[in-house]
């Protein structure tokens, strides 16, 4: 099945740093959706993208669904110990299957 | 509000034992998916069920079955359990499987998981 490739595989930063990741593929995507699971739990959606280029901001985190629709990026700002856990992307294909990334753990280090 | 409510959280087979994961949503979702997650390998699709009725295969069946009880519930059953189903399991719900302009319906919803292990 197809895996969307996901970077960096994990994350080591101070408290207050800023955190970038991306998501490519090689297959073009309608939507984008970047989630994040905290250690035991199930995947929470953090953001959706529904247009390429399109810019979404929740809270410290700003997602962007990439011009050639292949790729997204999650920034998270002035990072905090409650942003540690796994972040993952998941693309929608044309046929509205759900494709998810490998993750990217992060850990903050107060 | 629950959402997606998973059972049980924990639990420990021998091989070629069987058991049945449980699954319900209360959000009115047509659409519920069973994936496993393993490390390094993300989310994999094993089932899904579009709506009421109906259920096919995702990814990586072999080994598993599910039942659609009703639109509610969604179980997966693992009738002779092997070590390399050793895993966490997450059931998702969304508004619909496909088609449509908002592609929002389309969003999965998460539970907690279940944790097995097979020995």
């Not at chain 1, 929608?92 to 490998?102: A, D, I």
């Amino acid at each position: 099945g197809q895996q969307l490739n996901q970077s960096p595989q994990s994350m080591f930063i101070q408290e207050g740093e800023d955190v970038s990741m991306n998501c490519t593929s090689s297959s073009i995507f309608n939507t984008w959706l970047w989630y994040k699971q905290d250690p035991g739990e199930g995947p929470v959606l953090l953001i959706a993208l529904y247009k390429a280029g399109e810019l979404t901001s929740n809270g410290r985190l700003t997602a962007q669904f990439g011009i050639t629709r292949k790729d997204s990026f999650l920034n998270i700002s002035a990072s905090i110990p409650s942003d540690v856990g796994i972040y993952f992307c998941a693309g929608v294909h044309t046929g509205n299957q759900f494709y998810f990334g490998t993750g990217t753990s992060l850990t903050v280090i107060p | 509000n629950a959402g997606v409510t998973q059972t049980p959280k924990f639990q420990v087979l021998k091989t070629g034992q069987s058991m049945t994961l449980q699954c319900a949503q209360d959000m009115n979702h047509n659409s519920m998916y069973w994936y496993r997650q393993d490390p390094g390998m993300g989310l994999r699709l094993i089932y899904y069920s579009a709506s009421e009725g109906t259920t096919d295969k995702g990814e990586v069946p072999n080994g598993y079955n599910v039942s659609r009880l009703n639109k509610r519930e969604f179980s997966l059953r693992l009738e002779s359990a092997a070590p390399s189903q050793t895993s966490v399991y997450f059931c998702a719900s969304s508004e619909r499987l496909t088609g449509g302009m908002n592609v929002a319906k389309n969003i999965q919803y998460f539970g907690a998981g279940t944790r097995l292990s097979v020995l």
